[in-house]
C-alpha cells in the first residue's frame, strides 16, 4: 500500500510539472543526470531491506542512455520471518541500457536492462552436527559476488534547468552463492527524489 501511495504521489507531481512547463529547452542527446535516494527492496521471500541508492545516466542519443545503478546494503528486516537465513550485506550493482520513449520532453518515461552483480553475505543457525539437529551454532556465510540480472522502469520530469524528479522500480534476480545453501536476492526495489542534470550539447548545431 506505502509503494502505491509514493508511486501515485509521484506521478500527480510529474504531471503537475508537466503542465507548467509545456515548452521546456530540454534536450537528451548528450546529457548527463544523477541522483541519490533512500531505497526500499521487498524480496521475493518476504524480506524487506534498506538501501541508499545512486544512479549516472549519460544519454548517448535521443532515446538511448547508458546507466550505472549502485546500491548501498543498510539494514534487513527480519523480525517478521525469524527462521529464515538473516542478510548482513547485499551490496549491488548494475550498469546497463535504457531506452526513453519519448524525445527532448519535460516528462522522460524509460524502460530498461542492466545486468549486474551483488556484494552478499548471510547469517543463520546451523546444526552443530548430523545426529543432534536440535543444537545449533550461529554461522556467517562467506562474502559472495554474485552475478545479477534486473529489468527497470521509471520516468524523470526536468522541470528546471539544472534539477529533475526522478521514479524509479526495478526488479532484480540472482542468488548468493556463498554457502552452505544458497539465497535468492530476488526483489522489487523502489526510489524516487531529485537529481541533477546538465546538458553537454553545442547550442550553435541544429
Known amino acids: 500500500?506505502?509503494?502505491?501511495?509514493?508511486?501515485?504521489?509521484?506521478?500527480?507531481?510529474?504531471?503537475?510539472?508537466?503542465?507548467?512547463?509545456?515548452?521546456?529547452?530540454?534536450?537528451?542527446?548528450?546529457?548527463?543526470?544523477?541522483?541519490?535516494?533512500?531505497?526500499?527492496g521487498f524480496m521475493v521471500n518476504g524480506m524487506t531491506n534498506a538501501y541508499i541508492s545512486g544512479v549516472l545516466e549519460y544519454y548517448i542519443a535521443d532515446h538511448v542512455s547508458i546507466s550505472s545503478t549502485a546500491y548501498y546494503f543498510l539494514n534487513s528486516r527480519k523480525e517478521a520471518l525469524p527462521e529464515m537465513a538473516e542478510l548482513k550485506m547485499n551490496h549491488q550493482l548494475y550498469t546497463g541500457v535504457q531506452y526513453h520513449l519519448l524525445k527532448d520532453k519535460a516528462f522522460d518515461p524509460y524502460i530498461g536492462l542492466e545486468p549486474g552483480f551483488a556484494l552478499t553475505q548471510t547469517r543463520a543457525a546451523y546444526p552443530v552436527n548430523i545426529e543432534n539437529p536440535s543444537v545449533t551454532q550461529i554461522k556467517d556465510s562467506n562474502i559472495s559476488m554474485n552475478p545479477m540480472l534486473s529489468l527497470d522502469a521509471g520516468f524523470n520530469v526536468y522541470a528546471v534547468k539544472f534539477f529533475h524528479l526522478f521514479v524509479n522500480v526495478r526488479y532484480a534476480t540472482g542468488r548468493h552463492l556463498g554457502g552452505p545453501t544458497s539465497y535468492n536476492l530476488s526483489e522489487i526495489t523502489t526510489s524516487f527524489g531529485l537529481g541533477l542534470n546538465a546538458n553537454f550539447w553545442n547550442k550553435k548545431k541544429k
Open 1 to 40: 500500500m506505502k509503494r502505491i501511495i509514493i508511486l501515485i504521489l509521484a506521478i500527480a507531481a510529474a504531471k503537475f510539472a508537466f503542465s507548467q512547463n509545456d515548452n521546456p529547452k530540454i534536450k537528451y542527446h548528450h546529457m548527463l543526470r544523477d541522483g541519490l535516494s533512500f531505497a526500499p
